[in-house]
């Protein structure tokens, strides 16, 4: 976008500009239904989306199917990998290929987004402390790139321009191959220059090593992976998210019972800003910073996350409700990164 025209000005002519004068007013017309009566409420895929309760939103669905991935699937979509067994390791291969792909953000605007496995963000690795992880690595993007994993390896494996096999070119492969350690909540990411722009196309994932004695048992778990969306590749980001699609899961609340123990793996990939937070509404959470300690750090409602800063947040809901959850960066709020916990009755 042109430096001049600010990114709040484009949001406030923005509405029109994304939505057409047509989604506008259908905006306007469905505030007032909202209004009038509560709205139905929606299941996984497919029904009408939830009411937007006066907040910015955008009308209509972006086509997930196309997209090939679904922001709700991805909160509890693990993956453990091909299992085997070598001298008494437990080995998990996963096969990862990198490709461009146009991703529908929000109604009627594509992003040609650079990805792992076409979806943003890439598979959430999941694995035990000790495991062997051995991903094969394929470039099938018109770009080169890279897997830097978080976590503690040789250079070797690292996934850096000028170490090992440096930058994998676009056709060909490498496997990346390293125990799992320390147990926490990673990610990795390509690290191919420019850095900011291999990040901001896509190309990031979660990676969690649990503890070799597991976490306490809870009823829920979601990944959430905080992105930005520079549309326009001026490096500042139009819209915000969890899981790449903004206004999802205001859409689309997350349903649970009050009283549920809920698990988060919260992690900041967002490129250009230089922080992200998660506030829980009407509620406090038990936070685990890197997710490295079973003991929390904190008991709280706010936290701040720098880029690839990641954390832990356990919590249960006392009350049935609608309650929010969104950054305290609140401009990131309006541009996409909100969404809602439906809270139903404990079932007995
Ligand atoms: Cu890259």
Not at 84 to 101: L, W
Not at 157 to 166: A, F, I, S
Not at 191 to 214: N, Q, S, T, V
Request: glycine share 10%; proline share 7%; aromatic share 12%.
């Amino acid at each position: 976008m042109n430096k001049d025209v600010s990114r709040r000005d484009f949001l406030r002519a923005g509405a029109l500009t994304v939505l057409g004068t047509a989604g506008a007013v259908a905006l306007a017309q469905r505030g007032k239904q909202a209004e009038a009566a509560p709205p139905a409420q929606e299941g996984h895929h497919g029904e009408e989306p939830y009411a937007s309760h006066g907040m910015p939103d955008t009308v209509g669905e972006v086509d997930h199917e196309r997209n090939g991935f679904h922001p709700t699937d991805i909160l509890a979509d693990f993956d453990y990998g091909k299992v085997s067994e070598e001298n008494g390791q437990t080995v998990r291969a996963y096969d990862f290929v990198a490709v461009d792909k146009m991703i529908e953000v929000v109604p009627g605007i594509e992003f040609p987004a650079w990805t792992y496995n076409g979806r943003i963000p890439g598979p959430t690795i999941r694995c035990t402390e000790g495991d062997r992880i051995r991903i094969n690595f394929t470039n099938g993007s018109t770009h080169p790139h890279t897997i830097h994993f978080h976590g503690i390896h040789t250079a070797q494996m690292d996934g850096v321009p000028g170490t090992g096999p440096g930058l994998i070119q676009p056709g060909q492969s490498f496997i990346y191959e390293f125990d799992a350690e320390p147990f926490g909540l990673h990610l990795y990411h390509c690290h191919a220059f420019p850095l900011a722009r291999h990040i901001a196309k896509g190309l990031y994932g979660a990676f969690i090593i649990d503890p070799k004695e597991g976490r306490p048992p809870v009823d829920h778990e979601y990944v959430m992976v905080m992105n930005g969306i520079d549309i326009d590749f001026d490096d500042a980001n139009d819209f915000y998210a969890v899981n790449a699609i903004p206004f999802h899961f205001q859409k689309h609340p997350i349903r649970f019972n009050a009283g549920e123990k809920v698990r988060i793996y919260l992690v900041n990939i967002l490129e250009f800003d230089l922080i992200n937070s998660f506030h829980l509404h009407a509620n406090f959470f038990h936070y685990y910073p890197t997710g490295t300690s079973l003991t929390p750090s904190e008991y709280t409602d706010t936290i701040i996350q720098g880029q690839a800063q990641r954390g832990i947040l356990e919590f249960s809901y006392k009350f049935p409700g609608l309650y929010m959850f969104h950054p305290h960066v609140t401009e990131f709020t309006e541009l996409g990164w909100s969404g809602h916990f439906e809270v139903t009755e404990r079932e007995v």
